[in-house]
DNA sequence: TGGAGGGTTCCAGACGCGGGAAGGTTCTTG
DNA sequence: CAAGAACCTTCCCGCGTCTGGAACCCTCCA
């Protein structure tokens, strides 16, 4: 199939697609016009290749991922282990930005909002020591 | 003072501030030797950069709140604004994450993660149906 | 026959820097 | 006063993951 038809099975962009096949993630054939051919196990990777990015793993790790999938003598704690690196990295990624939501509210709280000039939000980011109140 | 000083005053690694000229976020004085000689309000922009970096504000809302700081007669409604803004990109990045830790963590539970090779996570990733327990 | 709607390659840009080369300047040490 | 360390400069490349666009080729249908 040509590529279109891969971008509509698998749910990517075309231009994605040949992305993947740039940085060797698959390799479709060629027909003799220079088209790709996508055979259905190609849809297919390339299907599995956008849940993998949809959770958030990076195109390395998909790329490991993909070859334990097609490693019939595969260890199930290996993919696990990936799994759970990520799921980590995720973990503190959430930590680090509810720790900025929470400086942002409180900010924000404080600012009164209105067409004076006066703004702790500016304030704060200037390096003004917390106002008394 | 030099961009040295001025790294350290303000945190800011040196090329990191060397970019911020570049792109027009500060624009020190030149020594007659060619080296950057920055005033200490500088140095005082740099920092506000810094913090306001560090509360996920991207460089553009830097830019707007850096000009909304210097502006004696700025509204706090308008920066308030922008903070609100991000803080609900904030939010909503905050629920994308906890969506995929949750999904991830329950394929992760699902994997019993020995040397066998059945895998419930590569199992979902290539869009298998979930498998009747 | 002509044009719409595929496909191809290649280059640039996005974000926010970091690394490193090649070279000039200034400070410190002996 | 000379040597060398420790600064400073500009410039270009690379990171990750695509996306947009130009210029061009191929195929199908009326």
New interface residues.
């Given amino acids: 199939m040509n590529i279109g038809d891969a971008a509509e099975l698998s749910g990517l962009p075309a231009k994605t697609i040949r992305y993947y096949e740039d940085i060797g993630l698959v390799r479709p054939e060629r027909g003799g016009n220079g088209y790709r051919d996508f055979s259905k196990r190609d849809a ?1 990777k390339l ?2 290749l956008g ?2 990015r949809s ?2 793993f990076s195109i390395e790790e998909c790329r490991t ?1 993909l070859s ?2 097609e ?7 290996d ?3 990936i ?2 690196q ?2 980590d990295r ?2 503190r ?2 930590a680090e ?2 720790a ?2 929470s ?3 409180t ?2 709280s404080d ?9 702790p ?2 304030d ?4 003004a020591e917390t106002v008394i109140e």
Same sequence: chains 1, 2.
């Fill in positions: 297919h299907a599995f849940r993998a959770l958030g991922l334990l999938y490693d019939r003598s595969r260890a199930s704690a993919v696990k282990e799994a759970e990520h799921r995720i973990t990624k959430i930005l509810e900025m939501r400086t942002l509210q900010l924000i600012c009164h909002g209105d067409d004076r000039p006066d703004c939000i500016l704060d980011l200037s390096g």
